[in-house]
């Protein structure tokens, strides 16, 4: 059904399917409505993406390691669909490759400290990190705790990204 909306009925869909959406918390002024503010961190739950789950994965959710039995053979299958899905929405050539790295964005940026092999001093004394005031602070944590030079790009007057300082910066580590 999600295919023939459009993007205002796309959105209203997945919002009038947020778990939790009008769920009401304690506080010192009385009962509110609770406002979801951390989708960086973690988003809601969506109802349709739940009850997929249920009843199209989980029966069939195994080791993706396991390709002696049909579990095992369809998990593989679903995460094999999901890297292509992936690949194509983010317009991927063949060269390219998306790694799947566990528990969201600091398991991401750990994998990528890995792979830069930043342990290792005479890479990690040549790397320079750049990271602006918008970064979430799992990734900035894994950075500075590897001992890597990291810059912080200022925000300009308008709150975005200041691009002159930016150029500046890469010119200047060039």
């Given at each position: 059904?999600i295919?023939?909306?459009?993007?205002s009925q796309?959105?209203q869909y997945i919002?009038?399917?947020?778990?939790?959406?009008?769920i009401r918390?304690?506080?010192?002024?009385g009962?509110r409505?609770?406002i979801y503010a951390d989708?960086?961190?973690?988003g809601r739950?969506l109802?349709?993406?739940e009850?997929y789950?249920?009843?199209?994965?989980l029966?069939y959710?195994?080791?993706t390691?396991?390709?002696n039995?049909?579990c095992?053979?369809?998990?593989?299958?679903?995460r094999?669909?999901?890297?292509?899905l992936?690949?194509?929405?983010?317009?991927a050539?063949d060269?390219?490759?998306?790694?799947?790295?566990?528990?969201g964005?600091t398991a991401a940026?750990?994998?990528?400290?890995?792979?830069?092999?930043?342990?290792?001093?005479e890479v990690?004394?040549?790397?320079?990190?750049?990271i602006?005031?918008?970064?979430?602070?799992?990734?900035?944590?894994?950075w500075?705790e590897?001992?890597?030079e990291?810059?912080?790009?200022p925000?300009?007057?308008?709150g975005?990204i200041?691009e002159?300082f930016?150029?500046k910066?890469?010119?200047?580590?060039?």
């Open positions: 059904i295919h023939y909306l459009d993007k796309l959105l919002d009038s399917n947020i778990i939790g959406k009008n918390v304690n506080t010192p002024w009962s409505k609770m989708y960086t961190a973690s739950g109802t349709f993406v009850h789950m249920l009843n199209h994965v029966p959710y195994a080791n390691h396991s390709d039995n049909a095992g053979i369809q998990t593989t299958k679903f094999e669909g999901a890297r292509a992936i690949k194509r929405y983010v317009n050539i060269d390219d490759a998306v790694i799947f790295t566990g528990s964005s940026i750990n994998k990528l400290v890995d792979v830069l092999q930043l342990k290792n001093e990690r004394s040549k790397t320079v990190v750049f602006s005031t918008f970064e979430h602070h799992s990734n900035i944590l894994p500075v590897t001992g890597v990291v810059i912080r790009i925000n300009n007057k308008q975005l200041d002159v930016l150029k910066e890469l010119k200047y580590y060039h």
